[in-house]
């Protein structure tokens, strides 16, 4: 899919797909109590909204919080992670904080899914293909036996699997690291949910299978109607397959935006430094990538303005906590001094 054609596929999307949101994250918080007293905001007062048919980007370096919001999310947190989450997470106006883990195990795979990491180590390396894509088949559309091989069938071929019934009996060992991606998405988009989270699902691949997994995920969201949350440190994947994007630093969204006026007008230091570090081929002298100083450990338990410590327009005002607000249509940013760039 060349870039104009993206573009205007992503623009039609979002057009079709209303106003409603298909899932509306309000003031998520995932607060981790630690030795001394002290807390850990792993996620601090999260909000936004995924629209129907759009690609909502959510980006931000290691550490700033995204997996962990996505895993709040889809309530997967375990032990004392899952008893921190606060906030609310409505799906189609149901709020998925407060269901029991019955009711929740009925909503992951059915009305929202997940594509993770790492395909390698979410696969189940001792079951075969076929089977891992039958599984929610069986659990929540009751298909079982003929009907949901032919299903799984059908879900190998969508993604481009070639000859998808010899697949059904690989393992995922036998698969190359672009197919395991391919059979990962198959199995999330399984029950056509209306929602899909994303985390970082082409980190592992080299540029030209990345491509191509992007270029499907958006013929899939096309033909579904998909909701996606795309979760990666990469701009450049959001500048080709999102329509918003959300930028994350230390547990709190700092700006949210449309991609062309994010890319456009950038408003939060932060978000500018991400931009700038972005490797630009000239034709003019090589110039030295251009670094955020200091390190996002710096913000950990700040009490104001969280990226303060690194940003080279820190005043006084920023030992206050900003919050999001209203810059331009549809642009917010978290920053006091967002008027002064």
């Known amino acids: 899919m060349n870039s104009d054609a993206g573009t205007m596929a992503r623009q039609e999307s979002a057009e079709d797909g209303g106003a409603r949101a298909a899932l509306c994250v309000r003031d998520l918080s995932v607060h981790i109590p630690l030795a001394g007293g002290k807390v850990l905001r792993a996620v601090d007062g999260v909000g936004f909204e995924l629209r129907r048919g759009e690609t909502l ?7 700033s919080g995204k997996t962990m919001t996505a895993m709040a999310v889809m309530r997967l947190l375990e032990g004392p992670l899952a008893g921190a989450v606060r906030g609310q997470v409505l799906l189609d106006g149901v709020e998925l904080l407060g269901l029991d883990e ?3 195990s009925r909503v992951r795979g059915a009305a929202l899914g997940m594509v993770f990491q790492e395909p390698m180590t979410s696969l189940n390396p001792v079951m075969r293909i076929g089977r891992q894509i039958a599984e929610p088949l069986r659990r929540h559309l009751g298909l079982a036996g003929a009907g949901a091989a032919d299903r799984a069938v059908e879900m190998l071929r969508l993604v481009r699997i070639p000859d998808p019934g010899r697949a059904m009996a690989l393992y995922p060992h036998e698969l190359s690291g672009g197919m395991r991606q391919r059979v990962m998405i198959a199995i999330a988009l399984a029950c056509r949910p209306g929602v899909l989270i994303a985390d970082e699902p082409t980190t592992a691949l080299d540029v030209t299978i990345q491509a191509q997994i992007l270029a499907l995920m958006g013929e899939l969201q096309a033909s579904l109607g998909t909701a996606i949350l795309l979760i990666t440190h990469d701009l450049a994947v959001i500048a080709e397959t999102a329509h918003r994007v959300a930028v994350m630093y230390a547990g709190r969204i700092v700006e949210i935006a449309p991609v062309a ?9 932060y978000t500018q430094g991400l931009l700038a570090s972005i490797p630009r081929i ?7 990538l251009h670094e955020i100083q200091g390190s996002i450990a710096d913000a950990a338990f700040a009490k104001g303005c969280a990226f303060a410590p690194r940003c080279p327009r820190a ?3 920023c030992a206050q906590l900003p919050v999001l607000e209203p810059v331009a ?6 920053c006091w001094r967002h008027r002064d760039g």
């Open 315 to 317: 005043a006084a005002i």
């Open 102 to 104: 019955t009711a929740m």
């Open 261 to 269: 006026a994010l890319f456009a007008e950038p408003r939060h230091p």
């Open 329 to 334: 249509e549809d642009h917010e940013v978290a």
């Open 282 to 288: 000239t034709h003019e002298r090589a110039q030295s």
């Open 57 to 63: 980007g959510l980006v931000g370096e290691s550490g």
